[in-house]
């Protein structure tokens, strides 16, 4: 299937770009790359440079006759949403808002959404499930709620088609290595740990270690890209074979604290780690991991890439 992946640059979306390519799709990239990665770009799709805050920009990469849309052009960083929710609802509301109406126009009735584990916002009880209730702690859970919400309401007055996945902790690099440009100023704990490890950063701040958990630092369920991307095809596939839309987590249902996370980079990378306790991060739940039964069972996917082992070590291929 021809198909349209916004932010096909990007870190995630580099990593879907590929295995869409993989399994037989034929993939167009639309990016303003802002955050993209130009050695990302895979040669086997084609690139359109243009910006989904552009009306006109999107109707016509709409007109290349793809199918479906995977859209992961969006600012990320939940603590920055705080600061400037302006960026966040221009970007994540009106931009995601113009390629929905544009897709309307256009007769392209497939979406998969980029959505966020922030949407659930502080856990009431763990690990959380789909039914958990919503009530995002920061704007940018906001942003991705909207948009769900949006995609329901498309649904039922115009016969939208979605899946709309909610990532737990992305990380990882491509376990084939292809994926080898980094992202720029990363705030996320793996590719900060990263950056210590090949010297880059002197050492890494931990955010409390007096939470509520076994070590007293915070437990966050990762996820590999790999994994991730696997689930955007397969979601495609749902999307073409069944009539029901997707709400669900990508989550491989194991919590690692920050400090486990720390050891096992020491022991992959071989370097030391400097760190120090610092105070809590604004924000930060103590603990956050997730059950995917529904991606199991609808879209029979399964994470295999998602230990911390092989989560560090595909990423200190690439940083080491
Ligand atoms: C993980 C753990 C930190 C950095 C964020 C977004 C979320 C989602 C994923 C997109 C926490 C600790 C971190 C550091 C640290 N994004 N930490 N020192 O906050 O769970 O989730 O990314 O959908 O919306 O909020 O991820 O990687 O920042 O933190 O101690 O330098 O590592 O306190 O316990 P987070 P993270």
């Known amino acids: 299937m021809k198909v349209l992946v916004t932010g096909g640059a990007g870190y995630i979306g580099s990593h879907v770009v590929r295995e869409l390519l993989d399994t037989g799709h034929e993939v167009v990239i639309f990016d303003n790359m802002s955050t993209g990665v130009e050695m990302n770009i895979d040669q086997r799709a ?65 979406f998969i959404f980029s959505s966020s584990a922030a949407v659930y916002g502080n856990p009431k009880y763990l690990p959380i499930d789909e039914a958990h209730p919503l009530m995002p702690e920061n704007f940018y859970g906001f942003t991705k709620l909207e948009i769900e919400q949006i995609l329901t309401w498309y649904a039922k007055l115009k016969g939208l088609r979605f899946a709309a996945l909610r990532y737990f902790n992305a990380a990882g690099y491509d376990v084939q290595g292809r994926v080898r440009g980094k992202e720029r100023n990363p705030a996320n704990l793996l590719p900060v740990v990263m950056e210590v490890a090949a010297g ?119 940083y080491k």
């Open 200 to 318: 880059e950063r002197p050492g890494l701040e931990v955010f409390g270690d007096d939470y509520d958990t076994p070590d007293g630092t915070g437990i966050r369920d990762y996820i590999h890209v790999n994994d991730l991307a696997d689930a955007h095809v397969k979601a495609l596939n749902y999307l073409t074979t069944n009539s029901d839309n997707l709400l669900l987590n990508l989550a491989s249902g194991i919590g690692y604290s920050v400090l486990e996370v720390i050891e096992e980079a020491r022991k992959i990378t071989g370097r030391p780690i400097p760190y120090e306790i610092v105070a809590r991060r604004t924000g930060d739940p103590s603990d956050l991991y997730a059950k995917s039964n529904q991606a199991e069972s609808k879209l029979g996917w399964k994470p295999r890439y998602s230990d911390l082992t092989t989560l560090l070590s595909s990423m200190w291929e690439i």
């Open 46 to 110: 084609k690139f359109v440079f243009g910006d989904i805050l552009n009306p006109v920009e999107i109707d016509a990469v709409l007109k290349e006759s793809v199918v479906a849309v995977f859209h992961l052009a969006a600012f990320k960083a939940a603590g920055e949403s705080m600061l400037v929710p302006e960026q966040y609802a221009h970007n994540n509301l009106t931009g995601t808002i113009n390629l929905l109406n544009s897709m309307l126009a256009n007769q392209v009735d497939k």
